[in-house]
């Protein structure tokens, strides 16, 4: 007789048979958990009396289940079967494996009893590695329903007929779905699943649609406001929800089915998730567009949308900015203690954005914290390597800022998007612009086809006619008081909500490691969208150009524009590349594309 030591410590459990006794394992398995015709329960009674047979020796020893699990599934990776065809080890291989009775696997089961072949698999090519693999390793497979015995040729050419069937039954099932999903989301209905953020399903004389939730759907709106009307950060939101005790949209969807809450958090990744589907606005989306119809207009799922389209995108373009950078293949994620100024603070050579950088001293007590240049997270060339420590940038900045705007009122910027259905529009082009030149290509080929396109051309002209036809509102801004100054504004804030709310307002700061002379980093500031909101202040002095535009130990030829520049005179010229030691008064390139950006601020605002 054989033994084993215990596992991890524990007392050997050994499974024991007699030679004629045949140790059973009942395969079940449901696609639907609703259909009572071939229930679980009804699958173990028949599985159970094959085994107490007379004819035979045999008793269950356990039931490999699997719920809501397709036919198409390999026996390997279902949840339940699966660990009954593992080996742990090679006592597996043999008659008599040793382990506990709560570590499923193949030397445990001598047959492998299931009510009809196809609760095994309806995938011919998994079948027959499944029978393959039953003959290799002396297992029996039975169907109580079919009745056939699969150790015998016959038998296995029986059985591969009868899985033949199965197959193509259930591609008959799956082309029956997929039509029928067609129709259902060509007319705006929702097609199952748990609904996005802020909806409930609901079923009507038409079939399923989305209805607000009455409690998650204004807490949508007020997330989307803290994004785009307060510029607060997503990490500050989730903050915000947690410590209300909001459950997310997961654990309330739980809550409502009865289920067990999990206690999951709100996270920045839960919030961008949450506006990635345009759902959010009431459209149906398919294969991870918005789903439109044959006459090229966007399909809704819902009359009652919490956003309108442009919220929604507006939202999107947010969260692209509070995360700039994240799409680059070499993005670094930031960690825990976010520095305000990371990311706005650019390289003054090669405009890569400064990350902050920890060192600790040798000591093992001292902490170096420095703005570094990230050139090599980005693949350019940097002679430069900008660095500039921590605590003198911070402290130059927030003298600027608070010398700027400090005594300003605190002002929200409350946007109100216009109509507009460019989008749609620009969607009808383009689908009309395929039609064509899919009939151009012939693909149109048959009188029945033809007669197709010119309907569907007809009706994409159509609606082309219509959208155009609509006046486009454009969109108002507001500038309302808070009640506070800005420099108690920023003070508020922390670090998070400042690098989000710099960044939203296109602020940028430009570091030169050396400036020319003695002096070791310039430092250009410019301020971006904050010049308007300190114009709508009464800020006199912000009117002006170069209000937007604050330099530190930089050279005085840096401050003019590349026209004043060259209006300069030669003795003036002359005098600089003395002072400075430099060849050519030029512009630095980066100096070039800031100034540059200020075109781009009303598309940003």
């Not at 599934?73 to 506990?100: A, E, I, Y």
């Not at 310039?522 to 535009?549: C, D, N, P, Y």
Request: charged share 25%.
């Amino acid at each position: 007789m054989r033994t084993t030591p215990a596992r991890g410590g524990l007392s050997p459990t050994r499974v024991t048979h007699s030679s004629q006794i045949q140790r059973v394992l009942g395969a079940l398995r449901l696609s639907v958990s609703s259909d009572e015709s071939t229930s679980i329960e009804r699958q173990k009674d028949e599985v159970n009396h094959w085994a107490d047979s007379p004819s035979r020796e045999a008793r269950v020893i356990g039931f490999a289940e699997d719920t809501d699990v397709s036919g198409s599934m390999s026996p390997w990776d279902r949840p339940g079967l699966g660990l009954w065809l593992r080996t742990l080890d090679d006592l597996c291989l043999v008659n008599g494996c040793w382990h506990v009775e709560d570590e499923p696997c193949m030397g445990q089961w001598d047959v492998l009893v299931a009510w009809k072949l196809d609760r095994l698999s309806r995938n011919t090519v998994d079948f027959g590695k499944l029978l393959e693999w039953a003959q290799k390793h002396n297992k029996v497979i039975v169907s109580t329903q079919e009745n056939f015995d699969l150790s015998t040729d016959i038998g296995v050419m029986v059985a591969k007929i009868i899985m033949i069937f199965a197959e193509f039954e259930l591609k008959t099932i799956a082309s029956r779905i997929k039509s029928s999903m067609a129709k259902l989301r060509m007319k705006g209905r929702w097609l199952g699943g748990n609904p996005p953020t802020g909806y409930q399903s609901v079923r009507t004389t038409e079939g399923v649609t989305l209805v607000q939730d009455p409690v998650y759907g204004p807490l949508v709106r007020r997330i989307y406001t803290m994004l785009v009307v307060d510029l607060m950060s997503a990490g500050s939101i989730c903050k915000i929800l947690n410590a209300e005790g909001i459950l997310t949209w997961s654990d309330h969807m739980r809550q409502q089915k009865g289920r067990t809450v999990k206690g999951h958090r709100w996270l920045p990744q839960v919030l961008g998730k949450m506006f990635t589907s345009a759902t959010l606005c009431g459209y149906v989306m398919h294969d991870g567009e918005i789903y439109a119809d044959a006459a090229g207009k966007w399909v809704k799922v819902t009359e009652d949308p919490i956003l309108t389209f442009a919220e929604w995108d507006q939202a999107n373009k947010q969260l692209m900015r509070n995360a700039q950078g994240v799409g680059h293949k070499n993005y670094r994620v930031r960690d825990n203690e976010t520095a305000h100024l990371s990311t706005v603070t650019r390289c003054g050579d090669c405009w890569s954005p400064m990350y902050l950088s920890r060192r600790r001293a040798r000591s093992g007590i001292k902490v170096y914290e420095h703005y570094r240049c990230s050139y090599g997270n980005y693949g350019v060339d940097c002679t430069m390597r900008s660095s500039i420590e921590r605590s003198e940038l911070e402290e130059l900045f927030s003298d600027q800022i608070t010398g700027q705007l400090g005594s300003a009122p605190e002002l929200r910027k409350i946007v109100t998007p216009g109509v507009d259905h460019t989008a749609e529009l620009e969607a009808c082009k383009l689908r009309l612009g395929k039609l064509e030149g899919d009939f151009i290509a012939g693909k149109y080929d048959s009188d029945a086809k033809e007669a197709s396109y010119w309907r569907t051309l007809e009706s994409l002209t159509e609606e082309i006619a219509r959208l155009e036809a609509i006046p486009v509102t454009p969109t108002t801004v507001e500038w309302v008081e808070t009640g506070t100054t800005f420099a108690d504004k920023w003070g508020a804030m922390d670090e998070e909500d400042r690098r989000t709310y710099l960044l939203a307002n296109n602020v940028t700061l430009l570091v030169f490691k050396d400036a020319g002379g003695k002096r070791r980093h310039g430092v250009v500031t410019h301020f971006g969208a904050l010049q308007e909101m300190a114009v709508r202040a009464g800020i006199k002095s912000a009117e002006k150009e170069t209000w937007a535009e604050a330099q530190h130990q930089c050279p005085v030829y840096w401050s003019l524009s590349e026209e004043e520049l060259a209006r300069q005179s030669a003795e003036w010229e002359a005098v600089m590349k003395a002072n400075y030691a430099v060849e050519e008064l030029v512009l630095p390139a980066t100096l070039t594309k800031l100034r540059g950006r200020r075109e781009d601020l009303t598309e940003a605002a």
